[in-house]
């Protein structure tokens, strides 16, 4: 082997071992050499999110007060999500499905091309699965 190369390699190797024990050896962490401390605490953060749920319950009751409509609770809030969150699911589903019927034609319509026969829609396809299905 190239003696250049075993020199770059060796001090390569030896300055990340280098590093390695480095870090792994120093009493302390890097937030100790940076004098780093969290501006809040946990249980200052948690508050914050709860005192920011219940401003942003108000106003949006309040607007909902002023459209004549019923004011949202908690649970109607995680109910109103969940919901929302189900039918996000259910449109991709969708999506999803008639993305690969869309492929499936595309395909059927290219060997359908090499054998000279006709092609067929999406539509005359989706009849031919709903009658194959029992």
């Keep these: 082997m190239d003696p250049f190369a075993v020199i770059m390699l060796g001090g390569t190797a030896g300055l990340v071992l280098?590093?390695?024990?480095?870090?792994?050896?120093?009493?302390?962490?890097?937030?100790?050499v940076l004098d780093w401390q969290p501006t809040r605490s946990p249980e200052t953060e948690a508050?914050?999110?709860?005192?920011?749920?219940?401003?942003?319950?108000?106003?949006?009751n309040r607007r909902r007060r002023r459209l004549g409509q019923e004011e949202l609770t908690e649970d109607n809030l995680d109910q109103l999500v969940q919901e929302s969150s189900a039918e996000r699911t259910?449109?991709?589903?969708?999506?999803?499905?008639?993305?690969?019927?869309?492929?499936?034609?595309?395909?059927?319509?290219a060997r359908r091309r090499a054998k000279g026969l006709p092609e067929i829609t999406v539509q005359e396809y989706k009849q031919q699965i709903e009658g194959e299905s029992p």
């Design 18 to 32: 280098a590093l390695y024990l480095l870090g792994r050896m120093y009493p302390g962490s890097g937030a100790d």
């Design 47 to 60: 508050q914050n999110d709860v005192d920011e749920l219940e401003q942003l319950m108000a106003v949006a």
């Design 90 to 109: 259910r449109r991709s589903e969708e999506y999803l499905v008639d993305l690969e019927i869309e492929q499936m034609v595309e395909a059927k319509n």
